[in-house]
């Protein structure tokens, strides 16, 4: 994917889920690889503790009154979602945000056309190999 130029900053994601898992109190991964394939295997907190209270930080707060994302169609809270799910990951894909907020990838389609019309979000690059933007409604 390095020699044809589908990513950005080879090696960093293996440091950034580290971190991340570690953030939310979770093992490591477990790596496992051979000469033509390889395996992550994430491990969860126990059965007991809700997924919800894993989640990151913001991500379930509502926009706050007069903001901007809350400014048009669309759930405010939703709308606000979206955003803090591409501030904190730039190239995450319209299927990971729909599978993380229960909803469905046309809706999340829908909502980030809109972001777009508005000039909150900006997509640099190909669709495949780009990342997105959040722009400042104050520029």
Do not use: C
């Not at 390095?2 to 477990?30: F, T």
């Amino acid at each position: 994917m390095d020699r044809m130029e589908l990513v950005e900053n080879v090696g960093s994601g293996i440091k950034r889920i580290r971190d991340a898992m570690n953030e939310y109190g979770l093992r490591p991964p477990v790596i496992r690889t051979a000469e033509t394939w390889f395996s992550i295997t994430f491990r969860r907190k126990g059965p007991d503790e809700a997924i919800e209270s894993l989640s990151r930080k913001g991500i379930g707060e509502p926009a706050r009154p007069g903001s901007p994302i809350g400014s048009s169609k669309g759930s405010p809270n939703t709308r606000g979602r979206i955003i803090t799910l591409i501030a904190a990951n730039p190239q995450i894909t319209s299927e990971a945000i729909a599978s993380s907020l229960g909803i469905t990838k046309r809706a999340v389609l829908k909502q980030i056309r809109r972001l777009k019309d508005e000039g909150l979000l900006r997509r640099i690059g190909s669709p495949r190999a780009g990342y997105w933007e959040v722009r400042d409604h104050h520029a």
